[in-house]
């Protein structure tokens, strides 16, 4: 994709439990603060794209229009829902992307959002399984922690035990969030704790234990996109040096999940786009929707071989001060996953990193960052190579 779009502007809402809180409330919520924060008038957005994957969540089904309550100017302009499983929000904004390269916009509002936390675990997790092959009874019966379950004792059974780098992933991202007000959970959590089966963390899908698993959540994020001609209007600019979007077969019997060949695709097509190696990179916000996922991510983006990911952990490479952090934001398993949400999440955070805004979490001197949002098991992948224009 040429290099034409930059993000202007972002908004995010805090993650968590936002009781009192509607899906409107959090889409207009977002919206307004990457608009205010933009500094443009509502009138000058030509078109809306939400990212929202629903499910039956909620009753919002049709909540492609909602954002148009920030302000009466929005009235007529054109909105749609975009849907993508956990990439919806990375959908939404490969939408708003496409609309200004085909000339049909210069400036357009990318907002994700999702309410899951007033549903019960069960609900959410069938509702989440619903994003699965549904044409194979066996596929079919599996949820998504017992997916990425079955990632990890492949993983073992071909490589080596992954446990101690998913422990180690997790007590990192638990670390990096204490750090982010928007973080769902701010707590410590040391290796030890995160690598014990006990009461407090117990198996979830075996071997995975809670603490390997994302957070089910509420929040909204929203980003201002214009052409680039456009961002030397603005206060600060961000760049997308690639935006990449591949897609595998979705029944896992037709591919090797844990090869992990879409998202390595993606992120090997976006370095190549943007002409850089994964040695550029100043950090990456990537989809750990559970902490095998992360590990086989290190590996796609070549931070590490196939089967040793966790030298990127213990060679402190992922770590925040080494050479490439990875969800200095806490990521999905700490500042948590409103499915819709995460993708537009993700590069707000990054496009505040590369402004200096990121307040606690700013990693010094960045001007290069690796955004990767995952839909399913390795489905849906988009990769980001984002750059800071001015700042």
Known sequence: MSPEVCIVGSGHT?????????????????????????????????????????????????????????????????????????????????????????????????????????????????????????????????????????????????????????????????????ANPLAQMRRAMDFETCNTVSEKNPLIAPPLRLTDCSLVTDGAAALVLTRAGNATAFKRSVRFRAAVHVSDYLPMAKRDFLAFEGPERAIRTAYRDAGIGVEDLHFAEVHDCFTIAELLIYEAMGLADKGKGIRALKDGVVHRGGRTPVNLSGGLKAKGHPVGATGVSMHAIAYRQLTGQAGDLQQPGAGLGLVFNMGGAGVANYASVLEAEHV
């Open 14 to 178: 805090a993650f968590g439990k936002l009781t009192g809180q509607t899906l409107e409330d959090l889409i207009v919520a977002s919206a307004r603060e990457a608009v205010d924060e933009a500094g443009i008038d509502p009138s000058t957005i030509d078109a809306v794209f939400l990212g929202h994957f629903n499910s039956g969540l909620v009753p919002d089904g049709f909540a492609s229009s909602l954002a148009h309550q920030l302000s009466p100017s929005l009235r007529f302009k054109p909105a749609v829902r975009c849907e993508n499983a956990c990439a919806s929000g990375a959908a939404a904004i490969h939408a708003g992307l496409h609309a200004i390269l085909a000339g049909r916009a210069e400036t357009v509002l990318v907002v994700g959002a999702e309410k899951m936390t007033h549903r019960s675990t069960a609900d959410v997790t069938q509702s989440l399984a619903g994003a699965g092959y549904q044409n194979d009874a066996t596929e079919a019966a599996l949820s998504f922690p017992q997916v990425f379950g079955l990632a990890a004792r492949q993983y073992q059974e071909r490589y080596a035990d992954p446990l101690e780098a998913m422990a180690l992933i997790a007590s990192k991202n638990h670390t990096n969030a204490l």
